[in-house]
């Protein structure tokens, strides 16, 4: 008995000389995912100061907006999601923990066979033969190959992906929260411009009037004002209702019923932070739909190991022992004692291509988790690169637009004053009044580009969940 038991020792220990270094590898990242201009921009970056690395309260100066922030984190629906996706992970990483240690389980049985009396046993019992039995089961698989430490890196590797994927979120809905609620009150000024615009049509049409009764225009310059004005007039509508629709969005983002929001004004909107995008590497590490990718596809490489690692054998033990008796009153008893210690060492032969089939899908899998996390960098790189040319060209373009409106400005009030001393028509007033507020609209629309794109330029870099 001690020589069967040392034998069952003595196999292991040979076998775990081997260990698994032989067989699982170790997660590397791959050179060649991030290459050194990532970045397209016409100044490539020089250090590695990143506005990512700014809180978002830091970021936004409007209390009512951080506050409405605050609000998103705590209620969104997305966020807690990937709150209970983060638990359903953690649960999954502590279980794969402990997968390397014995498993114990302990039961109790009663037997009752009742036996014919011509067959073997019939013949000495009395037609019935009752045992009882009390026993523990402990088994145990040696982790010769490291396919349960693989196992457990992948899912640690998984549950750090939702973590990640719950700070991406929370990038995106900082963004998405900042975005809607600069939408608002681009909206609210366009908005306030366009009832002023239709005030100032409405006496406007009451001097073509009085110029029509005074014989300086006809009819036509008349209903050509009225139509102003009714354009207008419907252009408030259309906005009233996007700021209605806007609302509803944004309500949704709080998690909360669509309602009024509370707001400021845009141009009391100031970022607190200088335009800084660090070195394209630090996306690796500040971004966390590129952490996630990562993670990913240090899962992909573990599970891959763990597949390579079914072609080997594997070990095990198993013991059991306990009591056993055909008398329940001397069940717990030394001569009831009974003890049973099985090793085995498994080889697969054949098992119709199952395991090369697991493993080659594996390989597949892990490829296009690289694959994914290549795309992830590419993706990040040029969503950076698209909101540093759109802040340059929204920035451009205001100074000039803001021209543009002074000049058209210009013109209706010297068109409007030679059109009330006879000396241009109708015609020319009509057109530097629509000049003038399509100019002023889009003056508007122009400010919020440039806020969106910085907004859009810290959400790039991975700001918003620190």
Not at 190 to 214: C, G
Not at 264 to 271: N, P, Y
Not at 395 to 411: C, M, N, R, S, V
């Amino acid at each position: 008995m001690k020589r069967s038991i040392y034998k069952i020792l003595v196999v292991p220990a040979v076998l775990l000389s081997l260990q698994s270094c032989f067989v699982a590898k170790e997660y590397t990242r791959p050179e060649e995912v991030v290459e050194a201009e990532t970045y397209r921009t016409d100044e490539l970056p020089t250090d590695t100061i990143s506005m990512a690395r700014i809180s978002w309260r830091e970021l936004f100066s409007d209390p009512v907006l951080t506050d409405h922030i605050d609000r998103a984190l705590e209620n969104n629906l997305d966020i807690r999601i990937a709150l209970q996706q983060i638990e359903a992970a953690g649960a999954y990483l502590k279980q794969a923990k402990v997968q390397d240690l014995p498993s114990l389980g302990l039961s109790t049985q009663v037997t009752h066979q009742q036996l014919a009396p011509n067959s073997q046993f019939g013949s000495f019992f009395d037609g019935s033969i009752s045992q009882y039995e009390a026993t523990a089961n402990l088994s145990w698989e040696a982790d010769i190959w490291g396919r349960i430490k693989s196992n457990e890196r992948a899912q640690r590797a998984a549950f750090l992906q939702t973590v990640a994927a719950h700070q991406a979120v929370k990038t995106r809905l900082v963004a998405n929260v900042a975005n809607l609620y600069y939408q608002l009150l681009a909206l609210d000024e366009q908005l306030e411009v366009t009832r002023e615009t239709v005030a100032n049509r409405m006496n406007s049409l009451e001097t073509i009037k009085a110029l029509k009764e005074a014989g300086n225009v006809t009819e036509v310059g008349v209903k050509q004002t009225e139509a102003q004005l009714y354009r207008a007039q419907a252009v408030v509508v259309d906005l009233e209702n996007q700021i209605r629709l806007l609302e509803n969005a944004f309500s949704i983002l709080l998690g909360e019923a669509p309602h009024a929001i509370e707001r400021t004004e845009l141009e009391d909107q100031v970022l607190n932070t200088q335009l800084k995008t660090g070195l394209p590497v630090q996306l690796l590490r500040n971004r966390p739909d590129v952490i996630a990718a990562e993670y990913n596809l240090a899962n992909a490489f573990q599970l891959t190991n763990v597949a390579r690692s079914n072609f080997y054998p594997s070990l095990s033990i198993s013991a059991t022992g306990g009591f056993q008796s055909l008398d329940l009153a001397e069940l717990i008893d030394a001569n009831s004692l009974f003890a049973t210690v099985v090793g085995s060492l498994t080889q697969p032969l054949f098992n119709r291509r199952q395991i090369k089939t697991r493993y080659e899908v594996a390989q597949a899998q892990q490829e296009i988790a690289f694959l994914e996390f290549r795309r992830a960098i590419l993706d990040a790189s040029r969503e950076v690169s698209d909101a540093l040319f759109n802040y340059a060209a929204a920035d451009k373009k205001l100074e000039i637009k803001q021209q543009e409106f002074e000049a058209y400005d210009l013109a209706t009030s010297y068109s409007e004053e030679l059109l009330n001393s006879g000396f241009a028509n109708y015609l020319e007033v009509l057109t530097a009044r629509e000049n003038a507020l399509n100019s002023q609209l889009e003056l508007v629309n122009i400010r919020y580009d440039e806020l969106n794109a910085i907004v859009d330029l810290y959400q790039a870099l991975g700001g918003g969940w620190q």
